[in-house]
C-alpha cells in the first residue's frame, strides 16, 4: 500500500513538471464583441405615455415598474391634497376593489402589486397579467378618496397645533449635538448657511378640502405624459404595445412636469490635509475615514467606467491595493473598502476602515502610501484585468428578470443624463477598453491625499500627538466640545 502512495505522488509530481502553469495572471473570459443582454426597445402611446421592453426570452414571469415624476413637496402647492391622496392610496381600495380585498387577490396570484402616486411595482408570472394589470390601474387611477379620511386629517392636524402651541418651552440650555459629519463637510465646502439656499415649504391647510378637490388634484397630478413604465418579461414589441394600449390607453393627459436636473456644482475649499479626532473614551478600536470631493465626477460623466474600475482596484474588492495592505498584509484591520464615484454634485472619495487604537497612525499612514502608490506607480496588467472581470462578472450577473434593478434606472434616468440607446449593452465593453495609462490618469486626477478630511473616533488619551504628522488635528471631546491639547 505504501509503495503505491509513492508511485502516485511521484506521478504527481512528474506531471506538474512536465506543465508549469502561469498564476501571475487571471484566466482570460470571454470577450464578446457585443453583450446580447440589457437591450431596451422604446414605446410611447397615443398619450404620451413612455414605456420601455426589456425583453426576456423564455422566462415565465414579469415585472412592470411605473414612475411618476411629481413636484416635491418643497414645490407641491397643494400639500394638503397631496398628504389625502397619500393616504388613500395607503389604504388599497378602488372603485372596482372597495373593500380591501387588492391585497388578498395579489396573494392568490402568488404575485406582487403596490400602487402609489409615484407609480408603483408589478410582479408576477406571465400568464395572469391581465388580472394583475386590471387590479393595478383600478388601484392607481380610482383611489377610494372619503370625506372620514379628511376629517381625519383635519382632526389630526388641529390636535397637533394644538400641542404645539401649548408646549411648555424647556428651561436650561438646549443639548448640544454634535456631528462629525457637519464638521468635515464644513472643512470641504465650507460653513452650511453659505452652501445651502433654504426653500420655504407649502404648509398643508386641510381646512374646508373636498372629496372633489382631492379628485381633482388627483387628475391634475396623475397623469399619463409624466409618467414611465418599464416591462420586463417575454414579450415581443408588438404585445407589448397592445398590452400597454389596453390597460393604460384611457389614462388621461395633463399639464406636463419638467423636472430639473439633479447636477450641482459643488465646490471644495479645503486647501490641506485635516484631521478631526473626535473621543470615545471606552472604544479599544479607531473608526477612520478619509473624504474628499472629486470636483467634475458627475453622474454618468465621461470618465464614469474608469473610475469604477480604479475604485475596484483601490479598495472596493478583496483583492485590492488597500485590503491586501492593510488586511492581508499588515493585519491592521478586519474591513476596509474605498468608494471613489461619480454623484450628482461632483463625486465623492472615501475610505472606510476600523483598527486598534494603537495601530490608527499606522493605519492612516499606510491609506496615504497606498493613494501615493496609485498616483505615481502604473497598475500591473494582472490587478487591471482582475478589476475589469470583478465589476464585468457583477454587471452581466444584475441584468437578470429576477430583481431587473439596472433595466429600471436606466429607462427611469436615460433622458435626465441624455443616455444613449445602447448603454446598458455598450457598458461590457466600455470596461473592457479601460487602459492601464487610463488608470493612472484617473487616479492623478481622483486619488487625492494631500486636501481631504481624516475622522477618527477614539480614545484621544492614546491618540493624541500620533497623528499630528499627517496634517492639522482637531480633538473634540465626547458631547464635541473643541479641545485644546
Same mark, same amino acid.
Given at each position: 500500500?505504501?509503495?503505491?502512495?509513492?508511485?502516485?505522488?511521484?506521478?504527481?509530481?512528474?506531471?506538474?513538471?512536465?506543465?508549469?502553469?502561469?498564476?501571475?495572471?487571471?484566466?482570460?473570459?470571454?470577450?464578446?464583441?457585443?453583450?446580447?443582454?440589457?437591450?431596451?426597445?422604446?414605446?410611447?402611446?397615443?398619450?404620451?405615455?413612455?414605456?420601455?421592453?426589456?425583453?426576456?426570452?423564455?422566462?415565465?414571469?414579469?415585472?412592470?415598474?411605473?414612475?411618476?415624476? /411629481?413636484?416635491?413637496?418643497?414645490? $407641491?402647492?397643494?400639500?394638503?391634497?397631496?398628504?389625502?391622496?397619500?393616504?388613500?392610496?395607503?389604504?388599497?381600495?378602488?372603485?372596482?376593489?372597495?373593500?380591501?380585498?387588492?391585497?388578498?387577490?395579489?396573494?392568490?396570484?402568488?404575485?406582487?402589486?403596490?400602487?402609489?402616486?409615484?407609480?408603483?411595482?408589478?410582479?408576477?408570472?406571465?400568464?395572469?397579467?391581465?388580472?394583475?394589470?386590471?387590479?393595478?390601474?383600478?388601484?392607481? /387611477?380610482?383611489?377610494?378618496?372619503?370625506?372620514?379620511?379628511?376629517?381625519?386629517?383635519?382632526?389630526?392636524?388641529?390636535?397637533?397645533?394644538?400641542?404645539?402651541?401649548?408646549?411648555?418651552?424647556?428651561?436650561?440650555?438646549?443639548?448640544?449635538?454634535?456631528?462629525?459629519?457637519?464638521?468635515?463637510?464644513?472643512?470641504?465646502?465650507?460653513?452650511?448657511?453659505?452652501?445651502?439656499?433654504?426653500?420655504?415649504?407649502?404648509?398643508?391647510?386641510?381646512?374646508?378640502?373636498?372629496?372633489?378637490?382631492?379628485?381633482?388634484?388627483?387628475?391634475?397630478?396623475?397623469?399619463?405624459?409624466?409618467?414611465?413604465?418599464?416591462?420586463?418579461?417575454?414579450?415581443?414589441?408588438?404585445?407589448?404595445?397592445?398590452?400597454?394600449?389596453?390597460?393604460?390607453?384611457?389614462?388621461?393627459?395633463?399639464?406636463?412636469?419638467?423636472?430639473?436636473?439633479?447636477?450641482?456644482?459643488?465646490?471644495?475649499?479645503?486647501?490641506?490635509?485635516?484631521?478631526?479626532?473626535?473621543?470615545?473614551?471606552?472604544?479599544?478600536?479607531?473608526?477612520?475615514?478619509?473624504?474628499?470631493?472629486?470636483?467634475?465626477?458627475?453622474?454618468?460623466?465621461?470618465?464614469? +467606467?474608469?473610475?469604477?474600475?480604479?475604485?475596484?482596484?483601490?479598495?472596493?474588492?478583496?483583492?485590492?491595493?488597500?485590503?491586501?495592505?492593510?488586511?492581508?498584509?499588515?493585519?491592521?484591520?478586519?474591513?476596509?473598502?474605498?468608494?471613489?464615484?461619480?454623484?450628482?454634485?461632483?463625486?465623492?472619495?472615501?475610505?472606510?476602515?476600523?483598527?486598534?487604537?494603537?495601530?490608527?497612525?499606522?493605519?492612516?499612514?499606510?491609506?496615504?502610501?497606498?493613494?501615493?502608490?496609485?498616483?505615481?506607480?502604473?497598475?500591473?496588467?494582472?490587478?487591471?484585468? +482582475?478589476?475589469?472581470?470583478?465589476?464585468?462578472?457583477?454587471?452581466?450577473?444584475? /441584468?437578470?428578470?429576477?430583481?431587473?434593478?439596472?433595466?429600471?434606472?436606466?429607462?427611469?434616468?436615460?433622458?435626465?443624463?441624455?443616455?444613449?440607446?445602447?448603454?446598458?449593452?455598450?457598458?461590457?465593453?466600455?470596461?473592457?477598453?479601460?487602459?492601464?495609462?487610463?488608470?493612472? $490618469?484617473?487616479?492623478?486626477?481622483?486619488?487625492?491625499?494631500?486636501?481631504?478630511?481624516?475622522?477618527?473616533?477614539?480614545?484621544?488619551?492614546?491618540?493624541?500627538?500620533?497623528?499630528?504628522?499627517?496634517?492639522?488635528?482637531?480633538?473634540?471631546?465626547?458631547?464635541?466640545?473643541?479641545?485644546?491639547?
Amino acid at each position: 500500500m505504501k509503495t503505491i502512495f509513492i508511485f502516485i505522488l511521484s506521478m504527481c509530481f512528474s506531471i506538474t513538471g512536465m506543465a508549469q502553469i502561469d498564476r501571475s495572471m487571471p484566466p482570460e473570459a470571454n470577450t464578446p464583441s457585443k453583450l446580447n443582454v440589457g437591450k431596451l426597445i422604446p414605446i410611447t402611446l397615443d398619450n404620451g405615455l413612455r414605456v420601455y421592453l426589456a425583453p426576456v426570452q423564455d422566462y415565465p414571469k414579469f415585472t412592470i415598474s411605473v414612475n411618476i415624476e /411629481l413636484p416635491g413637496y418643497d414645490e $407641491e402647492t397643494r400639500l394638503a391634497e397631496k398628504n389625502i391622496l397619500n393616504t388613500a392610496y395607503a389604504n388599497k381600495r378602488s372603485e372596482k376593489y372597495p373593500n380591501q380585498e387588492i391585497d388578498s387577490l395579489v396573494n392568490y396570484f402568488g404575485a406582487m402589486l403596490n400602487a402609489n402616486m409615484y407609480g408603483g411595482t408589478i410582479k408576477g408570472l406571465t400568464q395572469d397579467i391581465d388580472q394583475l394589470l386590471d387590479i393595478y390601474v383600478d388601484a392607481l /387611477l380610482h383611489p377610494v378618496i372619503t370625506k372620514a379620511s379628511i376629517d381625519e386629517k383635519y382632526k389630526s392636524e388641529l390636535e397637533k397645533q394644538k400641542h404645539t402651541k401649548n408646549k411648555n418651552v424647556e428651561i436650561g440650555k438646549p443639548i448640544k449635538e454634535f456631528s462629525i459629519t457637519a464638521v468635515k463637510d464644513s472643512l470641504l465646502f465650507g460653513p452650511k448657511k453659505d452652501r445651502v439656499k433654504t426653500t420655504k415649504t407649502a404648509k398643508a391647510e386641510y381646512k374646508g378640502i373636498t372629496v372633489k378637490d382631492v379628485e381633482e388634484y388627483k387628475n391634475d397630478r396623475i397623469v399619463s405624459n409624466n409618467a414611465l413604465i418599464v416591462v420586463v418579461g417575454n414579450f415581443s414589441e408588438t404585445e407589448c404595445k397592445t398590452l400597454m394600449n389596453r390597460y393604460f390607453g384611457a389614462w388621461k393627459t395633463g399639464e406636463p412636469y419638467v423636472k430639473e436636473s439633479p447636477i450641482t456644482k459643488k465646490t471644495s475649499i479645503i486647501q490641506s490635509r485635516k484631521i478631526i479626532v473626535h473621543d470615545a473614551p471606552n472604544a479599544v478600536q479607531s473608526k477612520i475615514a478619509f473624504s474628499w470631493h472629486l470636483g467634475d465626477a458627475y453622474t454618468y460623466f465621461n470618465n464614469d +467606467i474608469k473610475l469604477q474600475v480604479l475604485n475596484n482596484i483601490f479598495g472596493e474588492s478583496q483583492l485590492s491595493y488597500l485590503y491586501k495592505n492593510l488586511r492581508e498584509d499588515k493585519g491592521l484591520c478586519y474591513f476596509i473598502r474605498s468608494s471613489v464615484g461619480s454623484s450628482a454634485d461632483g463625486g465623492v472619495g472615501a475610505v472606510y476602515t476600523s483598527v486598534r487604537t494603537a495601530q490608527t497612525a499606522y493605519a492612516v499612514e499606510n491609506i496615504i502610501l497606498e493613494m501615493l502608490r496609485l498616483r505615481n506607480t502604473k497598475v500591473s496588467a494582472s490587478d487591471l484585468k +482582475i478589476a475589469k472581470n470583478n465589476l464585468i462578472g457583477d454587471y452581466t450577473r444584475s /441584468l437578470n428578470p429576477i430583481a431587473p434593478i439596472p433595466y429600471i434606472t436606466f429607462a427611469m434616468q436615460k433622458d435626465i443624463y441624455n443616455l444613449p440607446d445602447d448603454y446598458l449593452q455598450s457598458k461590457v465593453e466600455q470596461y473592457y477598453d479601460v487602459t492601464i495609462d487610463d488608470i493612472m $490618469e484617473m487616479s492623478q486626477k481622483y486619488i487625492n491625499p494631500f486636501t481631504c478630511v481624516i475622522t477618527v473616533e477614539g480614545k484621544i488619551s492614546e491618540l493624541k500627538g500620533t497623528l499630528e504628522p499627517f496634517g492639522d488635528v482637531m480633538y473634540y471631546d465626547e458631547q464635541g466640545n473643541k479641545l485644546k491639547l
